[in-house]
């Protein structure tokens, strides 16, 4: 690694802390050096709060070191008024004579715009150093602002024999079908923490009752996305409980007035639905999404090409009947043996 490379890499390993509460904002992270020593460094801790630039400044305990001190930031300054004054004119008014970026900014309104900004103030700026890694780092506040839609999650547990659920008869009381272990939903929960929202559709809503909140684990509750053309979810199901931001998706007029927490939103069905659904998100600021099933949702999405990264658990279990789990093609970025479980994390090819 170069000199510029390590001190970048710190900053990201700063940025990551911000994952599940900065957004829709990015992960950022930011240090100040001065004579080859870090004096100074910060991230982006929550959405609305001072960005990384201004915690890495603020902790530098002689400001008059920050005339001859290099800013290292994973991601261009602002060069905008939003919930926070823009950083690039901060970094001009501390006379920092040198900055460091890792990747422009993606947001085509401003993208740039923050580098000029500093260069024109007569600041040395150079950018792209860990680039590919500074922009995997924020996959899904790019996709969100390049692609229209959110970085799309799947998730899903089978079992040895490569269902994911049982047969279920009409009236039967609804469950969620025992395929994970502690440890396995304790993993989801973990991921819906740092996700903007989760999906379902309606039968798996009917069948399961499922709270799709992160009870397992310390974070917030992501938004909760329903799929009910009909409306045919009973209203005193969990999803009614009005304890986390709830959308649902449907052709019917409600059956209620809208609670605090819980919007509907009509839609038409038989007009490419799922990019229609994404592009709503995106508008509402959500740059990712959990898809927990079932399957007719994980199938469309999967052979209509609408997802980015697969979380598959398979168990050691078998039904030898039920719901066959969707097939889907891809990159393996990881896997491991958890107890009696393996779990497979893949990318779209």
């Known amino acids: ?26 992960m950022v992270g930011s240090v100040v050096v ?20 201004v915690n890495a400044i603020g902790s530098v305990t ?27 004119q901060m970094i001009i008014d501390k006379k920092i004579p040198n900055v460091v970026i890792g990747c422009v900014d993606p947001y085509p309104a401003v993208s740039g715009r ?25 996959k899904e506040f790019i996709t969100a602002q390049l692609m229209q839609r959110p970085y799309i999650y799947l998730k899903w547990a089978q079992t040895a024999d490569g269902f994911i659920d049982k047969i279920r008869l009409e009236g039967t009381e609804p469950a969620s079908t025992p395929i ?16 903007d929202a989760i999906l379902v559709g309606t039968n798996t809503a009917i069948k399961d009752n499922p709270a799709l909140t992160t009870r397992l684990w310390y974070g917030k509750n992501p938004v ?12 005193n199901f969990n999803l009614y409980n009005n304890c986390s931001k709830t959308l649902i998706y449907t052709e019917q007029d409600p059956k209620l007035n809208s609670k605090e927490n819980i919007e509907f939103i009509k839609i038409d ?12 998100l995106v508008k509402r600021k959500v740059n990712s999404l959990l898809v927990e099933g079932g399957k007719i949702v994980l199938d469309n999405l999967i052979q209509s090409g609408l997802w980015d990264e697969a979380f598959i658990e398979y168990s050691s279990l078998k039904f030898v009947d039920g719901v066959k789990a969707p097939f889907i ?13 393996k779990h497979v994390h893949l990318k779209r090819l």
């Open 224 to 235: 909760r996305v329903v799929i009910d053309r009909n409306l045919r979810i009973p209203l």
């Open 34 to 53: 001065c004579d080859g020593k870090i004096i100074g460094e910060g991230f982006h801790r929550h959405y609305g709060g001072p960005h990384a630039e």
């Open 180 to 195: 994970s272990d502690s440890f396995s939903k304790m993993l989801v929960h973990k991921k819906r923490a740092e996700t």
């Open 114 to 138: 923050g580098i000029r900004l500093l260069r024109d103030a007569g600041i040395n700026v150079k950018t792209g150093v860990l680039e590919d890694e500074a922009m995997k780092l924020n």
């Open 1 to 26: 690694m170069t000199v510029d490379e390590i001190f970048m890499h710190r900053c990201l390993q700063l940025a990551a802390n911000g994952r599940g509460f900065v957004s829709p904002n990015p």
């Open 269 to 280: 069905f038989d007009k490419d639905l799922f990019s229609a659904i994404f592009q709503d």
């Open 329 to 341: 093609n891809g990159n393996i970025i990881d896997e491991f043996f958890v107890r009696d479980s």
């Open 62 to 88: 002689d400001k008059a070191l920050l005339k001859k001190s290099t800013l290292y930031v994973s991601l261009e300054p602002c060069s905008h008024y939003g919930k926070t004054p823009p950083c690039a």
